[in-house]
């Protein structure tokens, strides 16, 4: 089966660095997003990976490694208007999106 | 550049009703997708549409749920009856439909409630 694997909660401090990890296994492989989504409103796109190695854009950066089925999302300067769920998602060989649940990421002042 | 646009926001009924949700994508997107998203999960798809034409409606239950997307432009997705089960967020999205890869672009969704 198809099965994306996120943590379901994460915590850090405002002005601080998270990494949020996501580990796939999915019929074939067509690139990996990530989604920003805040209580109550829609996913919002933030990066797509398809390569191998690191997408920066602004304090978002985003690393793909399809040998080890693996991508991370890094944010930088955190503020607390990044407090919200992160959802990694993989396009399989059907172009279809994989969802995984999500992290939740609760900054702290 | 208007984003996708759904209505109702938020929608109440009791079991066994009919219930219908609107959706219209960014203008000059092809592809429209039906998401359902239950608390603390990711989006599931229910279908996706080329234009006028349904391409996936693999994990639709078609026993009470039905859409339509006439002219290829704004989309309906009814239940009918409603169950318990079906209480749940359900998210419209589009892609420009120039590629397979395309980013998709969501709307706030839909929050049902079903007593």
């Known amino acids: 089966g198809q099965n994306i694997d996120q943590p379901t909660e994460m915590t850090a401090t405002e002005g601080a660095i998270v990494q949020i990890n996501c580990t796939y296994q999915?019929?074939?492989?067509?690139?990996l997003f990530w989604y920003q989504q805040h209580a109550g409103e829609a996913p919002t796109f933030l990066s797509y990976n398809v390569l191998d190695g690191l997408e920066e854009k602004g304090r978002f950066s985003s690393f793909l490694s399809r040998s080890k089925g693996y991508s991370y999302l890094l944010l930088k300067e955190l503020q607390m208007k990044d407090s919200a769920s992160y959802l990694c998602?993989?396009?399989?060989?059907?172009?279809?999106?994989?969802w995984g649940a999500g992290t939740k990421l609760i900054i702290k002042p | 550049e208007a984003g996708v646009v759904q209505s109702p926001r938020y929608k109440i009924i009791e079991k066994k009703q009919p219930v219908a949700f609107w959706c219209n994508p960014i203008s000059g997107h092809n592809t429209l997708y039906w998401y359902r998203q239950n608390l603390g999960q990711g989006p599931e798809l229910l279908i996706r549409?080329?234009?006028?034409?349904?391409?996936?409606d693999s994990q639709l239950p078609k026993d009470r749920f039905s859409a339509e997307r006439l002219k290829g432009v704004d989309s309906t997705l009814k239940i009918q009856p409603a169950e318990l089960g079906d209480s749940a967020v359900y998210l419209c999205?589009?892609?420009?439909?120039?590629?397979?890869?395309?980013?998709?672009?969501f709307g706030p969704g839909t929050r049902l409630t079903v007593l």
């Open positions: 999205a589009s892609s420009p439909g120039q590629s397979d890869t395309d980013t998709q672009y």
């Open positions: 999915t019929s074939g492989f067509n690139g």
């Open positions: 549409y080329e234009n006028e034409e349904a391409v996936d």
């Open positions: 998602a993989v396009m399989d060989s059907n172009y279809q999106l994989i």
